[in-house]
């Protein structure tokens, strides 16, 4: 069974501050993707990590991904209020060609950023 | 405007009465999957489905069905529901591109509650 924990599961940080999310999972994937959370909203996509080494960046966001090691960080550079949020590492589960199939979510960190 | 509808976004019923919540895309996309989110688990997965007529268990099958005669449509039926099915419910579609899958887009939510 597939195992996907994030850490830390709270954070309050001051603007300006750089942290950096992990996530970690339990069998080889090579597929990962990070997803946002505003509160009572749905959630909203980020990124896509396809391959080991990968890396994207949106704004303060950073995302890579080492399958290897299989962890994935989530960067934030210069904390801003509006990053305030809760963000979800998802990992799928595809072993057969055509496209993946099951996937698991952690249980999500949530980010204070505080003015 | 592209897309994720659910139906209806609010709903409390009786444990024992049979419910339906619809889901609609507008995306042709091929993937379409429903989660469960509770506090302190994140999000788990329902059922899934890669195309029409084709679906597949996800971690959390228990107590529900799904449907997948249309390739927009992918409705989460619950027989007879129980309390511990009150929860917010998603639904996400995604395109599938080969074997490389694509980030998952949300819909807004169903909240359920079971009495």
């Known amino acids: 069974e597939l195992k996907v924990e994030q850490n830390p599961l709270f954070l309050s940080m001051q603007e300006g501050k750089n942290y950096t999310i992990y996530c970690n999972y339990s069998?080889?994937?090579?597929?990962l993707y990070w997803y946002r959370q505003d509160p009572g909203k749905s959630l909203e996509s980020l990124f896509v990590?396809?391959?080991?080494?990968a890396v994207k960046q949106e704004g303060r966001l950073m995302a890579s991904l080492d399958t290897k090691a299989r962890l994935s960080t989530l960067h934030i550079t210069a904390a801003v209020h509006d990053l305030s949020a809760t963000y979800f590492c998802a990992v799928d589960m595809s072993r057969n060609s055509g496209g993946y199939q099951k996937v698991t979510f952690g249980i999500g960190t949530k980010l204070q950023v505080i003015p | 405007e592209a897309q994720v509808t659910q139906n209806p976004r609010y709903l409390i019923t009786v444990t024992g009465k049979k419910l339906t919540v619809t889901c609609s895309q507008n995306m042709n996309h091929e993937y379409m999957s429903w989660y469960r989110q509770d506090p302190g688990l994140g999000l788990r997965q329902i059922y899934y489905s890669m195309n029409v007529e084709v679906t597949d268990k996800g971690d959390v099958p228990e107590g529900y069905k799904v449907s997948r005669k249309e390739k927009r449509n992918f409705p989460l039926i619950l027989e007879s529901p129980s309390p511990n099915q009150t929860s917010l419910y998603f639904c996400a579609s995604s395109r599938q591109a080969g074997a490389a899958p694509n980030e998952q887009y949300f819909g807004p939510g169903t909240r359920l509650t079971v009495t």
């Open positions: 990590l396809l391959s080991n080494g």
């Open positions: 069998t080889t994937s090579d597929r």
